[in-house]
């Protein structure tokens, strides 16, 4: 049986797991019509980091305004939509709410099926919209929550074989942009700041020869704060831009072995690259140089910036292999703030 019997294989995503409000109208699980992304970004950023409540009331405001501005940039009826999928997990247990409490509404109102999404296969998903996703395939995740290497044997099956042991990549980088005084999220600019500077004080690079493929990167939060900590006692100077490309140096090192290796042992036909941190141009470059150089018979797929940080379009694009595969849900669905691919 098949799920889409409309015209156009159109869904309605919504996606508040953290802190973007987003909804999108996807067609054929491969096309955007929009992807309409209200962050919340400058709200938190006095306070260093995302603050539950606030993200919450926020979505509140947001998540109507979005729904009635994507249908319009659309321009879809919800009588030509086929399902609404929504992110029930992971993420702040209040702001999900928001999005279900929404999704279910617009569902119920409209008629139409309930699609839950795990936010995680969203990311990966996200680059369906890039290349037709051809498996087995190999994705590393990294976001300000996850740093995992999944392997998808086929479409809409997840194995983690690896993960972080503390904290994730994009919270070390958040981390080590607060101890330079660096506005949240600070990836980005510890980005810009690396390319300007050189491996100088060599970091730690934690695990990189053990034979797993986990990763631990709060040895390397640690050897960056005390490093700063002790030359402020000194007085000794600084000097930032290679604070900053030592510290990213590290964590691509890894993050670029590890995922090679892995997929050297499994028998992959593609590399997905997904989640915030793959915005990061280092990580880009340097995946794509070791992929050519070692992975010849490898593709790698890199989504554009604009879908590698949270948005609804990638829910869709995995609500649309969920649906497929006869995975609804009914209004008694729940957020599930710790979803894990285990719990799927
Ligand atoms: O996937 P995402 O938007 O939200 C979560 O699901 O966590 O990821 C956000 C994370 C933040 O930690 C942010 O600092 C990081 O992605 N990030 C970056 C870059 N752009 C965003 N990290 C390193 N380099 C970047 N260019
Ligand atoms: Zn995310």
Redesign the pocket.
């Known amino acids: 049986m098949t799920f889409f019997k409309k015209e156009r294989k159109l869904l309605v995503a919504i996606e508040s ?4 409000t987003s909804v999108a109208i996807v067609e054929d699980g491969d096309s955007i019509l929009t992807n309409i992304v209200a962050s919340q970004v400058n709200s938190h950023r006095r306070f260093g980091g995302v603050v539950p409540e606030v993200a919450s009331r926020h979505h509140v405001e947001e998540v109507t305004l979005c729904i009635e501005e994507a249908l319009t940039e659309a321009q879809v009826t919800p009588d030509e939509l086929s399902g609404v999928a929504v992110t029930y997990g992971p ?1 702040l247990v209040g702001a999900l709410l928001i999005g279900l409490s929404a999704a279910k509404a617009f569902a119920w109102a409209h008629n139409l099926p309930l699609i839950p999404v795990n ?2 296969a969203g ?1 990966i998903y996200a680059a369906n919209f890039v290349e037709p996703l051809q498996f087995p395939l190999m994705a590393l995740l ?5 740093t995992e290497l999944v392997y998808m044997k086929e479409t809409g099956s997840f194995e983690i074989i690896g993960e972080m042991r503390d904290d ?4 070390a ?2 981390k080590v ?1 607060r101890v330079l005084g660096l506005p ?9 700041l690396a390319h300007q500077g050189q491996d100088t004080y060599h970091f730690p690079r934690a695990m990189i020869k053990e034979p797993n493929y986990d990763f631990s990167f709060s040895g390397l939060k640690s050897a960056f704060i005390n490093t700063v900590h002790n030359a402020q006692q000194r007085e000794e100077p600084l000097v930032i831009e290679d604070l900053a490309a030592s510290f ?1 140096a590290s ?1 691509i090192d890894v993050l670029v072995a590890k995922t090679i290796r892995a997929c050297q042992n499994y028998p992959i036909k593609q590399l997905v690259l ?10 880009r470059e340097r995946l794509n140089q070791a992929v050519e150089k070692e992975l010849s018979e490898v593709q790698l797929i890199v989504p554009p ?1 604009r879908l ?3 948005n609804a379009a990638m829910i869709g694009a995995a609500g649309f292999v969920e649906a497929e595969k006869g995975h609804l849900a009914d209004f008694t669905l729940n957020a599930t703030p710790s979803l894990t691919f285990m719990t799927l």
């Open positions: 797991s953290c802190d973007e993420g936010h995680m990311h990294v976001s300000g929550g996850h994730a990549a994009g919270e980088y958040d942009g949240y999220p600070s990836g980005k600019e510890i980005d810009r990213q964590v997904a989640g915030g941190v793959a915005a990061n141009q280092g990580l910036l590698c940080g949270d």
